[in-house]
């Protein structure tokens, strides 16, 4: 069954159906589902054929052999002699006077052996040759290779018909995965796992959160523990202090000044860079109060809640003691389990006005983020959970993950905060996982808000 990105899936058939040539990037985390995306939009175009093909980290050539005998399988041929350039192979292709779509699977890889440019600069030469009967799908995983292809120096910049980077969805359809699950456990197993549709195939709703993070998680040998270090591995692994930030961030460390008094000051900007590129990877997220541009407020997170669950619990101990999954997640998890997913639960309400956003249901909201305040009682600073910047002030939300509804009493403290915001806050609310204990004067989001129907 095909679960979610009814968008994207809409945008490339119509992409594909048109009467011309397309060139098309698709891009993604691995195992985001790239592939079942293209197989899903595939369907139904019966007019055209389709050569599917995989690339390799291999050389030039042995790619292109390989190549050639893809495109003898999608065109009906036993066999092909090797094509020896990209710019041969689809020569014969638009030869066949047929309507035709080349998925280049991995395209990254067929760069792996040349040199920098080289097989762009051939892939461009395709592209602009391509007649209207052909289009092509350059797909990839590895994101930072993949977005260079847009950038304005690179010799493909210019030629995409449709650009698409697929994300992790978001806590609304990760909850597609687990429907016999409660919507507040729902919500719990995509603060902990994440978005990523392979991982959320794993995972075994039935057995419960605590035994799905020993088994697949805790455990050195669990299905998601070898994939989330796997990503790790390939992407921030990559940068000279990619997991050193990462490891920092995770236990606490989120300011600029606190990740440099670690990893130490210099000249050339390095940390930036690095923290830069890590943001692009969606590794990271950069963040900072909607109504607060001063720098000194700006903080790190770990963007993917599997990979910050990674960071917190799992990367700080040695791996002798997660060797009984079940006595570490009780004495280093359970205790602030349920701190951890109500911290993850803001994120998703975030996420929920997005969704209204991308819906048409909202159109009003300029920003969202957090909102800070200074305490004018207490020498501390306020902060709320959930804000959107709309024409003329903000909106604030608490956001709750509780089992019991939300009090009349904790209404009043939250009331209280509000009165010291001013006037530039033109409405509150809360967002409660438990429901609420009576009506209030202010806005009241449950679960079933959270997990509207799409109609």
Request: net charge negative; glycine share 8%; aromatic share 10%.
């Amino acid at each position: 069954m095909f679960i979610g990105r009814e968008e994207e899936l809409e945008c490339l058939r119509k992409e594909l159906r048109k009467d011309r040539k397309s060139a098309i990037l698709l891009y993604g985390r691995r195992r985001v589902g790239k592939t079942r995306l293209i197989d899903e939009a595939l369907k139904g175009i019966d007019d055209q054929v389709v050569i599917f093909h995989e690339f390799h980290k291999v050389t030039l050539l042995q790619n292109l052999t390989e190549f050639s005998s893809s495109i003898a399988e999608g065109l009906g041929y036993p066999m092909l002699p090797p094509f020896i350039s990209l710019a041969d192979a689809f020569s014969f292709i638009a030869a066949q006077g047929k309507r035709v779509i080349v998925v280049m699977d991995e395209y990254c890889d067929l760069t792996t052996y040349a040199k920098k440019g080289e097989v762009d600069s051939y892939m461009r030469t395709v592209v602009d040759r391509l007649p209207n009967t052909v289009s092509v799908v350059l797909m990839g995983s590895a994101l930072k290779v993949m977005q260079s292809l847009l950038e304005e120096e690179n010799p493909l910049f210019g030629r995409f018909t449709l650009s698409m980077r697929l994300k992790e969805f978001d806590y609304f359809d990760s909850s597609l995965f687990f429907p016999g699950l409660a919507r507040r456990d729902q919500l719990a197993f995509h603060a902990v796992f994440g978005g990523s549709p392979h991982v959320l195939t794993l995972l075994e709703p039935g057995e419960g959160l605590r035994e799905n993070i020993m088994n697949a998680l805790i455990n050195p040998q669990g299905a998601v523990r070898s994939y989330v270090e796997a990503v790790i591995e390939m992407e921030a692994g990559r940068t000279p202090h990619g997991i050193t930030i990462l490891s920092l961030i995770g236990n606490g460390k989120r300011r600029y000044s606190e990740l440099e008094d670690v990893i130490g000051k210099d000249s050339k900007g390095v940390l930036a860079k690095e923290l830069k590129e890590l943001c692009s990877l969606d590794i990271l997220d950069r963040r900072q109060p909607i109504n607060n541009k001063d720098n000194k407020k700006i903080f790190y997170e770990i963007a993917d809640p599997l990979l910050r669950f990674y960071f917190t619990y799992i990367q700080p101990h040695p791996s002798i003691q997660q060797s009984n999954p079940g006595a570490f997640f009780d004495t280093r998890i359970a205790g602030s389990l349920m701190d951890f997913i109500s911290r993850r639960f803001e994120d998703e309400c975030r996420q929920y006005f997005l969704r209204l956003i991308s819906l048409g249901r909202r159109t009003d909201i300029l920003d969202i983020g957090t909102y800070w305040y200074d305490d004018k009682y207490r020498p501390v600073n306020g902060e709320f959970d959930v804000a959107l910047k709309v024409e003329g002030g903000y909106e604030v939300y608490g956001a709750e993950f509780i089992s019991k509804p939300f009090s009349v009493k904790d209404a009043k403290v939250e009331e209280r905060q509000v009165m010291m915001l001013g006037q530039s806050v033109l409405s509150w609310g809360v967002i409660s996982t438990g429901g609420f204990e009576s009506p209030g004067d202010y806005v009241q989001i449950g679960l079933d808000d959270l997990f509207f129907s799409r109609g």
